[in-house]
């Protein structure tokens, strides 16, 4: 059973344009989110996090959204940029002493010039 | 540069063989942690040490196992190897054991079981 979801495999969108990536859960017990991007042959790279204390956190061009009742979260990047392009995975802890991290699939960012 | 390393980068095996993944944490980590990427799927989480102790672990099979060193760097060891164990096997560290701290990643062994 998938806790964490991204259900859009792939995103294209125009340089300049915003890029909204989304994410799903079900579990109510997570009290925070983080956002990873990885570019081909790299490890992820941390980019973002929001704890659920908070429905929004910004940084720069990408600001994470939460929307506990739907239990839902997203990721907009504004304006986008061709190095934007990456996967972006969506993760939850997997538990209070464990530290380890319960990812999505990822959705594959393109953005065009 | 993550500060994270993992050796080697590449590896290429037969069935049935025995293979050791390597990864030495961020300076002053003392959590290390192991993910495996299949085709398709997103990282999942396999086995976590601190400070020498495993902590917890994942989808993790009965062939692999891991261990960490006193001076923190990580072993993976995968054996009797098999077709579908192919994939991107990541390790990560962090400062604590849990509670939310950023994780740093390596840049990953592909492993290729032919």
């Known amino acids: 059973d998938q806790q964490v979801k991204q259900n859009s495999p792939s995103l294209s969108v125009q340089e300049g344009r915003i890029s909204i990536l989304n994410c799903d859960y079900t579990?109510?017990?997570?009290?925070?989110f983080l956002w990873y991007k990885k570019y081909p042959a790299e490890g992820p790279t941390f980019l973002i996090s929001?704890?659920?204390?908070?429905d929004k956190n910004e940084d720069g061009r990408f600001t994470v959204f939460l929307n506990k009742s739907a239990k839902h979260l997203s990721l907009h990047i504004v304006p986008s940029q061709p190095g934007d392009s990456a996967v972006y995975f969506c993760?939850?802890?997997?538990?209070?002493?464990?530290?380890?991290?319960?990812f999505g699939k990822g959705t594959k960012l393109s953005v065009k010039p | 540069d993550s500060g994270v390393t993992q050796t080697p980068k590449h590896l290429i095996t037969a069935t049935g063989q025995r293979v050791t993944l390597r990864c030495s944490p961020r300076?002053?980590?003392?959590?290390v942690y192991w993910y495996q990427q299949s085709l398709d799927q997103g990282l999942q989480f396999l086995i976590h040490?601190?400070?020498?102790?495993?902590?917890a672990k994942g989808n993790i099979l009965e062939r692999f196992s891991a261990q960490q060193f006193p001076d923190l760097h990580s072993e993976l060891n995968l054996s009797s190897l098999e077709l579908g164990d192919s994939a991107l096997y990541f390790c990560?560290?962090?400062?604590?054991?849990?509670?939310?701290?950023?994780?740093?990643f390596g840049q990953g062994t592909r492993l290729t079981v032919v």
């Open positions: 990560a560290s962090s400062v604590a054991p849990g509670g939310g701290s950023e994780a740093f």
């Open positions: 579990n109510s017990m997570f009290d925070y």
């Open positions: 929001i704890s659920s204390i908070k």
């Open positions: 993760a939850a802890p997997g538990g209070w002493s464990q530290g380890n991290l319960i």
């Open positions: 300076s002053g980590d003392l959590s």
């Open positions: 040490y601190y400070n020498g102790e495993e902590r």
